[in-house]
C-alpha cells in the first residue's frame, strides 16, 4: 500500500505499521521521498527518481526518533558517503541526503 502525506518529524513516528509485511508513505513536501514501514515498526527512507528512464530506488537510512529534528549532516561529509551504511535518520537529514542523491543522479551517476 502507498499513501501521500505531509511528514513532520512527529508524525513519522505514529505512522501506523501494516499487520503484515510493509507500507510506503510518500512525503507530500519532497517529491521521491518515501518511508517504508514494516510489520515490526521498522522505518527506512528511501529516494525514488528516474534515471535514463529507469526507476531507481535508494534506500537512505533508518528513522531515528530519539535524534533531534534539528540536527543536520555533518558539515564537510559528503552526504553520499552515507549511502550503503543505513544512518539513523531525522526527517531533515533524510531530505538533505534525498537531495545529494538526486544531485548524483542528475549527474548521470548512481551513488
Same mark, same amino acid.
Given at each position: $500500500?502507498?499513501? *501521500? @502525506?505531509?511528514? @513532520?518529524?512527529? %508524525?513519522?513516528?505514529?505512522?501506523?505499521?501494516?499487520?503484515? #509485511?510493509? @507500507?510506503?508513505?510518500?512525503? =507530500?513536501?519532497?517529491?521521491?521521498? =518515501?518511508? &517504508?514501514?514494516? =510489520?515490526?515498526?521498522? &522505518?527506512? +527512507?528511501?529516494?525514488? *527518481?528516474?534515471?535514463?528512464?529507469?526507476?531507481?530506488?535508494?534506500?537512505?537510512?533508518? +528513522?531515528?526518533?530519539?535524534?533531534? /529534528?534539528?540536527? %543536520?549532516?555533518? *558539515?564537510?561529509?559528503?552526504?553520499?558517503?552515507?549511502?550503503?551504511? &543505513?544512518?539513523?535518520?531525522?526527517?531533515? $537529514? /533524510?531530505? =538533505?541526503? /534525498?537531495?545529494?542523491?538526486?544531485?548524483?543522479? /542528475? *549527474? #548521470? @551517476?548512481?551513488?
Amino acid at each position: $500500500m502507498t499513501t *501521500k @502525506t505531509e511528514f @513532520t518529524q512527529s %508524525e513519522i513516528g505514529t505512522l501506523p505499521a501494516p499487520v503484515a #509485511g510493509r @507500507t510506503f508513505y510518500h512525503d =507530500a513536501n519532497y517529491r521521491g521521498l =518515501a518511508l &517504508r514501514v514494516s =510489520a515490526s515498526g521498522e &522505518r527506512v +527512507f528511501y529516494l525514488y *527518481k528516474k534515471d535514463s528512464g529507469r526507476p531507481v530506488k535508494q534506500a537512505l537510512g533508518s +528513522f531515528d526518533p530519539n535524534l533531534p /529534528a534539528s540536527r %543536520e549532516i555533518t *558539515k564537510g561529509v559528503d552526504p553520499i558517503a552515507y549511502i550503503g551504511n &543505513r544512518p539513523p535518520l531525522n526527517l531533515k $537529514m /533524510a531530505r =538533505a541526503l /534525498a537531495q545529494a542523491v538526486a544531485n548524483e543522479l /542528475a *549527474k #548521470g @551517476t548512481n551513488p
